[in-house]
């Protein structure tokens, strides 16, 4: 069964009227707990990201900048990124428990899932943005390529934002392939990831965006990824893969223009498995609470294969002609790198 990886510690990162507080954990908690499939459920606390992990990632300076904030009381980062005195030490277990997560995956028969929050997949380097403080996701990455010797990695992020911060640090590195399907950037934040925004220098052909129209629905995605996941994941040939899954693209979401339904969740959560047959799972956004903890769950028991059937067919007249020309686009500009 699939080990969540969780922290009671998540809570002391709060602002109550944000959208990005702590009772989306407790959504998430209270559908586990109604869910008889998940009575057995292994619950994990995570030790906290040691600093010298964390600046495998982001530079010293950015470290000691969120470290001496917290110190002095916390504050906003920017207009929608925020701290408080525990947001530094909450972030250092946030990339602690992508790390751990990944350990399990690598060290057992299972898949384990990350619910880390702080979320991390904005922030850079040098930078925290869009509600992330540290790159959780990064951080296991570097873990696992200094302690375990992966070499190739696959993160498939289908939070309806693009995980600038992920790609950015990867950007020039061609042994991580960063698959990121998004809201079209000139309509959400952060205003990137765009399907020439494909990597640069030995990493070019390894950043792959695939900016959905806004109103893009559960048709238009799987659509899209049908043709362009199980392909480039055969020939890439990773040793690990992520799913960095967020929720905040179903229709319930407060936070964007486009309107997936529950099925996508588990659909995609099946698909990764069908690739890797275990995988790590880190969280990234998601504002709707019940929806957020409903399919949650779907995905809990996909990866647990507690769901008879995750098939979807796509009905081609619900498929919008800007998703079937999206794809025209990704496999004109993808050819070099990728067979479709
Ligand atoms: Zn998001």
């Known amino acids: 069964m699939t080990v969540l990886v969780y922290s009671e510690e998540y809570k002391k990162h709060d602002e109550i009227s944000h959208p990005e507080n702590q009772s989306r954990l407790n959504a998430m908690l209270k559908y586990i707990d109604k869910e008889d499939s998940l009575r057995d459920l292994d619950i994990v606390s995570p030790p906290a990201a040691s600093k010298n992990h964390i600046l495998k990632v982001h530079s010293k300076s950015h470290v000691n900048f969120i470290k001496d904030l917290c110190i002095r009381g916390g504050g906003n980062i920017d207009f929608d990124t925020y701290t408080t005195p525990d947001t530094y030490h909450v972030a250092k277990i946030s ?138 994941a055969s020939q890439f040939k990773a040793d690990f893969h992520f799913l960095d899954i967020g929720f905040d693209g179903h229709s319930n979401d407060p936070l964007s223009n486009t309107n997936l339904d529950d099925d996508f969740y588990p659909w995609i959560t099946t698909q990764m498995k069908e690739i890797a047959h275990k995988i790590a799972l880190i969280l990234e956004g998601g504002y709707d609470h019940e929806t957020l903890g409903r399919c949650n769950v779907k995905v809990l028991n996909a990866l647990n294969n507690h769901n008879e059937n995750n098939d979807y067919d796509v009905d081609l007249s619900h498929v919008s002609e800007e998703t079937k020309s999206l794809f025209k686009t990704i496999e004109d500009n993808f050819s070099p790198f990728f067979e479709f």
Request: aromatic letters at 12%.
């Open 95 to 232: 990339a602690g428990g992508a790390i751990t997560a990944s350990k399990i995956v690598l060290e057992s028969d299972q898949s384990a899932y990350s619910i880390g929050r702080p979320p991390g997949h904005h922030s850079n380097s040098e930078r925290s943005m869009g509600f992330c403080i540290f790159n959780n996701i990064a951080i296991a990455i570097e873990y696992l390529r200094e302690v375990y010797k992966i070499k190739k990695f696959l993160v498939l992020d289908c939070d309806v934002h693009y995980g600038n911060g992920t790609a950015d640090i990867f950007y020039h590195d061609p042994s991580v392939l960063y698959i990121s399907i998004h809201q079209d950037p000139r309509t959400i934040f952060p205003g990137q990831g765009f399907v020439e925004e494909m990597g640069e220098g030995a990493g070019e052909g390894f950043n792959l965006c695939l900016p959905m129209p806004a109103y893009s629905n559960t048709n238009d995605y799987i659509y899209i990824l049908e043709k362009i996941l199980k392909p480039v």
